[in-house]
């Protein structure tokens, strides 16, 4: 197996548009939840969501424009500033020898509900002809793939909240195989319409609104947590080969070590300490790697009440007493829950973290919750900490559970 560079960024999330911005953002726990100022709010309990500063004509054209759901908006911007960070020259490569892999729990939902809106809103039979085009989980792959014109595997992923991660670590399986040169790969998420934000609210897993600060509505891991805030947005990493990369001179972020992989086949919506736990732990073997070698974890930490006492000890159950001494960042209480994309954007700031030897802060945890009692980075980033190695965790509706091991460039 070869090792697995990341040479290329992209983004489009609530706390930037790029590398330096959402790091910034992350590091000074600056959120990006707020207030949903949309027609529809006084229909939601609670109108929160992160969202993202973006406008698609400022991208596209109008027929290309009108063919592209938000999802697959993002994802080709976000892949289109991957390749660029990655210095991507594909006219040199084989077409067929680079894959795309993006993760994506709702496709194009947004244009999924216009389409329903018209037909039983509205009780017109006009639904807008690129629907099927629009909606479909795979458009934001295909948009990808089509943009640059790239005749390799071009896959998509619908694992609910482990998409991303599942589309970054069969990536990796790839590269690490040799049965690719490049990779695009991670995830994107546009689920602000109506009727998806209804349907979580059914679910009652949605935060309640913090009076005093919105922006501080998700609480992962604190005794007042009241649930997740939903957002949108894309991350998509470049992934190659340690020795292409290093040949072709560019800047690593650094490298994809192993990749955890298991089912809980118990409950569709229950996670559990033991399914979370294997995972872990496959992530460490993939890795070759031992508990002790850990540095730092980055949490799913949705910030509902069950989901983050479940993590909490299946993290104690994987390193023992050395799970006390990891910082454990979740870093949802800034961007929200990007469902399908989540998994993506927090492995890249995951990366970004180990860069600048930075745990970044889980925000919002003002009170201590006795059985959530592990080191959680409270409210302030910590600096000049030594990350070398760290796991990324995801663990989905349905009861797929991905966990990436990530190590810094050295």
Request: proline share 4%; net charge negative; aromatic share 6%.
């Amino acid at each position: 197996m070869k090792r697995v560079a990341v040479t290329g960024i992209g983004v489009i999330s609530p706390i930037g548009n790029s590398a330096a911005e959402i790091y910034e953002n992350a590091c000074f726990g600056r959120s990006g939840i707020k207030l949903l100022n949309v027609s529809y709010a006084h229909r939601l309990i609670a109108p929160l969501a992160a969202t993202v500063m973006f406008n698609g004509a400022a991208y596209f054209e109008p027929p290309k424009l009108r063919m592209l759901d938000r999802v697959s908006q993002f994802a080709v911007i976000a892949a289109n500033q991957a390749l660029s960070d990655a210095n991507c020259d594909l006219n040199q490569i084989d077409r067929s020898r680079i894959g795309v892999f993006v993760g994506t729990g709702m496709g194009g939902s947004q244009t999924n509900d216009e389409g329903y809106k018209t037909l039983y809103g509205d009780q017109s039979n006009r639904i807008k002809p690129f629907t099927v085009l629009s909606g479909m989980h795979n458009a934001p792959a295909a948009w990808i793939g089509i943009e640059h014109d790239i005749s390799g595997p071009t896959l998509t992923y619908s694992t609910a909240c482990s998409s991303s991660t599942v589309a970054i670590g069969e990536a990796w399986l790839r590269i690490a195989s040799g049965n690719l040169d490049i990779a695009i790969a991670g995830g994107s998420e546009s689920p602000l319409s109506l009727g998806s934000l209804k349907a979580w609210e059914a679910l009652q897993t949605l935060a309640s609104i913090d009076n005093n600060q919105p922006f501080a509505s998700c609480k992962p891991f604190s005794k007042n947590r009241t649930g997740m805030v939903i957002g949108e947005g894309a991350a998509i990493l470049v992934l190659e080969s340690w020795e292409s990369a290093v040949a072709r001179g560019v800047p690593i972020h650094g490298e994809i070590l192993g990749y955890g992989l298991s089912t809980d086949a118990s409950h569709i919506t229950r996670p559990s300490v033991e399914g979370q736990a294997a995972t872990m732990r496959a992530a460490l073997k993939s890795a070759n790697i031992n508990v002790s070698d850990i540095d730092a974890i980055n949490a799913h930490g949705t910030g509902t009440l069950f989901n983050d006492l479940v993590e909490t000890n299946a993290i104690k159950a994987v390193f023992g007493a050395h799970a006390y001494d990891l910082p454990i960042s979740a870093t949802k209480a800034l961007h929200g829950h990007l469902l399908g994309a989540a998994g993506a954007l927090e492995c890249l700031l995951s990366l970004l973290a180990m860069q600048h030897s930075t745990a970044l802060p889980t925000m919002h945890l003002s009170e201590q919750d006795e059985q959530c009692d592990l080191d959680y980075v409270p409210n302030i980033a910590r600096e000049n900490v030594a990350i070398r190695t760290m796991l990324t965790n995801s663990f989905a509706f349905g009861g797929t559970n991905a966990v990436l091991a990530l190590a810094a460039f050295s």
